[in-house]
């Protein structure tokens, strides 16, 4: 019996392994294939790339620099993250004119609020609108840092979805670093969690649950696509109702303790230390 299921558990190992290696290599293409995309929407045309690898806040950061069909530099795409995003990781490609100016943001990957966070993906989007065309370094910057309007910089978020703003500008704030340690030989540095500085740090922190509540409160409030989404409404006004009964028990059992303590203390006036 040992011996059987021992044999089942190793055909079934090989088997996986055979898959594993089958799709192995079609993710690898496919990634590659995304890449070169990305790179066609962030550069101007190009002809070669060479490629630097680097690594700040601990995420490997990649800088494409590209050049044109007489050996001059294009652009540079730069391949950055950020672990700040409502659901996790997001990955984008920046790219960058010679001059610094942000010519374009694919993001590669994100698995941000479907209708709020997602939007960072579309063409049209204030983040990458409030971006786009410029150099970094001519916007209001919070310690030399890119930040949405609401942590004192010039790029506009998101509605209802603060901390997926925050994140975009992270990763475009670690690219930024990274085409400059290329580019000009700036030695990079690891950039700050999230789009505030020390010093408005702690405002950014106290607003985060808020920040949370109105990206939740974003989702909570799109329409339901599903029987679960018609039965959670249901189930919330069940929890309204039951929690507005028993605010209507509370009320009553203060009422009548005040009146029984206004029968044992005649005279006393009905409320009294309650306020």
């Known amino acids: 019996m040992v011996a059987v299921l021992f044999t ?53 950061i990649t800088v494409y620099t590209a050049t044109d069909a007489a050996g001059d530099v294009a652009g540079y795409a730069v391949q950055t993250a950020t672990k700040n995003g409502f659901s ?11 001059d610094g100016e942000v010519v374009n943001i694919d993001v590669l990957e994100q698995n ?8 960072m993906a579309d063409e049209d989007n204030p983040l990458l609108g409030s971006i786009r065309g410029k150099r970094l370094e001519t916007m209001r910057l919070v310690d030399g840092r890119l930040a949405v309007v609401k942590d004192g910089g010039d790029v506009d ?17 670690r690219a930024w670093m990274a085409y400059r340690s290329v580019a000009t030989g700036t030695v990079p540095t690891d950039v700050a969690s999230g789009a505030t500085d020390a010093a408005s740090g702690a405002t950014a ?8 509540a109105d990206e939740a ?15 959670g409404r249901v189930g919330d006004r069940t929890d309204i109702r039951d929690r507005e009964a028993g605010s209507r028990i509370v009320n009553r059992n203060a009422r009548e303790a ?16 309650n306020e």
């Open 205 to 212: 922190a106290s607003g985060e649950n808020a920040d949370h």
């Open 217 to 231: 409160s974003g989702a909570a409030n799109r329409t339901p696509d599903s029987v679960a989404d018609r039965r």
């Open 88 to 98: 996790g990781m997001i990955r984008m490609m920046v790219g960058f004119a010679p």
């Open 258 to 273: 005040d009146g029984f303590a206004a029968d044992k203390e005649p005279g006393a006036r009905k409320g009294d230390g």
């Open 8 to 60: 089942i558990t190793l055909i079934t190992s090989a088997g996986v392994g055979v898959v594993n290696r089958i799709t192995e290599e079609p993710i690898a293409r496919a990634k590659a294939a995304a890449v070169v995309e990305a790179l066609n929407k962030v550069l101007p045309p190009f002809e070669t790339t060479v490629t630097d690898s680097l690594t700040i806040d601990g995420l490997p």
């Open 112 to 119: 941000e609020t479907p209708g709020l966070g997602t939007k």
């Open 157 to 173: 978020a998101l509605t209802a979805a603060t901390i997926s703003s925050r994140a975009y500008c992270d990763a475009v704030n």
